[in-house]
């Protein structure tokens, strides 16, 4: 079994570490456990005013991305191998918009599973913003488990 597990360090991927360790998973199951960072598109008010240099901004902020991301998967790893030693389980930090770079990961991949964490955004959010579970959850090829954090829902 290949799954993909889909982590942005909030309440919400937290509990879909902590429910797909509750699974009995087959013996030779392989886990991609992801973090997707968003590239910033626009330059803040703050940046000019401090006459920061661009290319300083965005290697700052790629590094930061890049660190956090790692430390996401890496606590994520190895809470799943503490449960389960049998799993393989590799990890990837790459930057684009979550949904996309999610589902060509698991297509790419061949994954029979994405495991991803709900937002839990309202009705108007989901509306404005979009929900990157809900997208996954019609656009797969394979099954999606979209994990809730029952003290935030």
């Given at each position: 079994m290949k799954i993909v597990?889909?982590?942005?360090?909030?309440?919400?991927?937290?509990?879909?570490?902590?429910?797909?360790?509750?699974?009995?998973?087959?013996?030779?199951t392989e886990i991609c456990i992801i973090n997707v960072y968003e590239f910033p598109t626009?330059?803040?008010?703050?940046?000019?005013?401090?006459?920061?240099?661009?290319?300083n901004y965005y290697e700052e902020f790629i590094s930061?991305?890049?660190?956090?991301?790692?430390?996401?998967?890496?606590e994520a790893s190895d809470n799943l191998k503490n449960l389960?030693?049998?799993?393989?389980?590799t990890t990837s930090v790459v930057s684009g918009l979550p949904k996309n770079a999610i589902l060509e990961k698991a297509e790419d991949w061949d994954a029979d599973l994405i495991v991803v964490g709900s937002q839990?955004?309202?009705?108007?959010?989901?509306?404005?913003?979009?929900?990157?579970?809900?997208?996954?959850?019609?656009?797969?090829?394979?099954?999606?488990?979209?994990?809730?954090?029952?003290?935030?829902?």
């Open positions: 597990l889909a982590l942005d360090g909030s309440d919400f991927s937290k509990a879909a570490v902590e429910q797909l360790n509750r699974i009995t998973l087959p013996p030779s626009a330059i803040g008010p703050e940046l000019m005013a401090t006459g920061g240099s661009l290319n930061g991305a890049q660190k956090l991301g790692e430390k996401i998967v890496s389960n030693k049998t799993l393989t389980i839990g955004q309202g009705a108007l959010s989901r509306l404005l913003l979009g929900s990157v579970s809900q997208y996954l959850a019609t656009h797969a090829k394979c099954s999606v488990m979209i994990a809730r954090d029952k003290n935030n829902s």
